[in-house]
């Protein structure tokens, strides 16, 4: 299916005359065409699994993945094409990309500080394992401590659900950026920080940052380009169309999916229905929002399918350990074992996904950073 940008070029084709120019151009409309192909793949792909994978800690890394792939194709079409792209209107559609994505930085320093949020459950998690350890007795004494821990385990998520702008919580105060090993800068931003004058932007988020407002931010005016633009940039108006659409899906799915400040899943998503890549992005986006409906998920700080499994065996371990008698009879202490062993498996998938997510977030932190200083430098702007 031709779109509608092909059909632009195609008249614009045919004023061109020489053969030269007519294989040109062919090349070039492949190079775009491919472009949608690979993101049409790369999303079905994503949108092909189950209900169940949806919004787990590997469904999300496979997102940033397939975020990472789409950047450096888009990054290699600007550079062939270095000398439309400085060119009206395309310099200034793509200097408009450039600033959503400054915008998506906030967002993965956000999203980082809720990677430390849930590592935090997660030890509290492995002081109640501690405490109904197999290998001992389990006794009243083992349960009080490890009822306390589910206590606070519940406090701390009712936390981020009742009072999210300050949910970075106990580590707030240490709300940094990916790029914090730039000294100078560093102490820059930490001085600007304590007088309370920095400006939230790339090198971390303030107490008062907003993800839905960032998110909106992001899709602020975003629309499919104008005719106009289509024919004067020969098509290259569609890619930084499209790329704009990734950024903003990629950065709200993050935020769907991830605890962070004053999330807010209800942001403008209009993407037109002929595009290659529209349907399963569109279909992603409305069975997020789905997920996010859902009677037992309205409440929570996210819909990571590993939240939801440590708010499932947080509950079923208190009412558990409320059902108790002591001593334990056979029956209960192999019920109480069948427990542990769920708690065991979950935190065995935090343990083993968090730092995968967070290595991800930090190189798209880093792309995204580098992708756009490189940009504007060809651009020929500071």
């Not at 990629?250 to 229905?273: E, K, Y």
């Not at 290659?276 to 409906?293: G, Q």
Request: hydrophobic content about 35%; aromatic content about 6%.
């Amino acid at each position: 299916m031709r779109t509608t940008t092909e059909y632009q070029g195609s008249s614009i084709l045919n004023l061109r005359g020489p053969q030269v120019h007519s294989m040109e151009q062919s090349s070039f409309e492949n190079e775009l065409d491919l472009f949608q192909k690979h993101i049409s793949d790369r999303f079905n792909e994503l949108c092909s699994v189950s209900n169940d994978e949806l919004l787990s800690l590997c469904w999300v890394r496979k997102l940033l993945d397939s975020f990472l792939c789409c950047q450096e194709e888009f990054k290699m079409i600007l550079h062939n094409h270095k000398s439309r792209v400085c060119k009206p209107p395309l310099d200034r559609l793509v200097g408009d990309f450039f600033e959503r994505s400054l915008k998506a930085l906030d967002v993965c320093n956000a999203i980082r500080d809720g990677v430390e949020q849930i590592r935090q459950w997660e030890k509290i998690l492995e002081i109640v394992l501690c405490a109904l350890d197999h290998k001992r007795n389990i006794g009243e004494a083992q349960f009080r401590r490890a009822k306390k821990a589910l206590v606070d385990l519940a406090i701390g998520m009712l936390d981020d659900n009742k009072d999210s702008n300050s949910n970075v919580s106990s580590f707030a105060n240490r709300n940094r950026s990916f790029g914090r090993n730039n000294g100078n800068r560093d102490r820059h931003y930490q001085q600007k920080h304590e007088f309370g004058h920095f400006r939230s932007l790339s090198w971390s988020v303030s107490r008062n940052w907003s993800a839905a407002r960032q998110l909106q931010a992001i899709g602020n005016n975003l629309c499919f380009p104008k005719s106009s633009d289509l024919v004067a940039s020969n098509g290259l108006a569609l890619p930084i169309y499209t790329m704009n659409s990734i950024l903003l899906f990629t950065m709200w799915a993050l935020v769907a999916a991830i605890p962070c400040q004053d999330r807010g899943l209800n942001i403008h998503f209009s993407i037109p229905r002929q595009l290659l890549w529209a349907a399963p992005v569109i279909s992603l986006h409305e069975r997020i929002l789905e997920e996010s409906k859902k009677r037992e998920r309205k409440n929570s700080c996210g819909l990571l399918r590993e939240i939801q499994k440590i708010e499932k065996c947080a509950r079923v371990m208190n009412e558990l350990a409320d059902s108790l008698q002591f001593p334990l009879s056979e029956e209960k202490g192999k019920e109480v074992r069948v427990r542990v062993e769920d708690l065991v498996k979950v935190c065995e998938t935090l343990k083993n996904g968090l730092d995968p997510l967070e290595r991800k977030v930090r190189e798209v932190f880093h792309r995204i950073v580098r992708g756009r200083t490189e940009g504007l430098d060809s651009l020929g702007r500071e």
